[in-house]
């Protein structure tokens, strides 16, 4: 990737299901190469959170609902990350609430408020190398990215770690099993939008450290950008 005046900025794109751990790894790379963290998914969220500002029923939104609300939605950088700001203010409590949670796959499957989302993230790699996470990163955003990896795991170790970092605890195997139900029915929801490029690394993490598969993502990157 190039900016207009010829500097080269680097584009790592990270895609994979859902809680195959993007973000946090993609935050972990980004912190290691200098480079900016663009979590997709949280623009969805942002997105999702000023719709239900508007009080309307989320069984009752249209595209136009979305992308009207979303006007709302700017972008800040902070520390080598992406902070989408709701109305000029800090809301990441808020887009990880558990209404933005159920309301966000209804919002992610909506494809013109995709392309906005996708607008936005491209519009960061215009002036700064970037580690950006999602599920179409590689193939629809940034097809001609630097480096492209796609995370998978085991169903059991996805709901697992989910649970962990939302409980902070041991789940138990009862509460393992309901959240791994849930992630399949996500994966099939989702199908159509995580798809592998035909040109990604293909990490399956289930038996890794998160340090090991972030060290092989930055090695990518960095024999990418020499």
């Known amino acids: 990737m190039s900016s ?3 500097d080269r900025f680097v584009v790592v794109a990270i895609d994979g299901p859902a809680a195959s751990g993007k973000s946090s790894t993609a935050e972990w790379v980004a912190r290691e190469l200098g480079y ?25 939104w249209t595209p136009t609902t979305v992308l009207e609300a979303a006007r709302s939605v700017s972008l ?13 203010a800090d809301a990441d409590e808020e887009i990880r609430s558990g209404a933005v949670n159920s309301a966000v796959p209804r919002v992610a499957r909506m494809q013109s408020v995709r392309s ?12 700064r190398n970037v580690v950006v996470d999602g599920r179409d990163i ?17 169903s059991w170790e996805r709901a697992k770690r989910r649970l962990v970092q939302h409980l902070r605890r041991l789940p138990t195997d ?41 060290a092989r993502i930055v090695a990518l990157a960095r024999a990418a950008s020499r």
Request: overall charge negative; proline content about 4%; glycine content about 4%.
């Open 174 to 214: 009862e509460e393992i099993a309901a959240e791994t139900d849930r992630l399949v029915h996500r994966d099939a929801a989702d199908a159509t939008q995580s798809v592998q490029a035909r040109d990604a690394v293909l990490i399956d993490t289930t038996h890794l450290l998160q340090s090991e598969q972030v």
């Open 138 to 154: 590689g193939t629809a955003v940034f097809p001609e990215a630097d480096v492209k990896v796609y995370l998978v795991a085991d």
């Open 4 to 6: 207009s005046d010829g």
């Open 116 to 127: 906005w989302v996708n607008e936005q993230v491209k519009r960061t790699a215009t002036e």
């Open 76 to 88: 800040a950088f902070h520390e080598n990350s992406m902070v989408p700001r709701l109305d000029g």
């Open 36 to 60: 900016c963290h663009v979590d997709s998914g949280a623009l969805y969220r942002a997105a999702t959170a000023a719709a239900l500002r508007t009080g309307i029923p989320p069984e009752e």
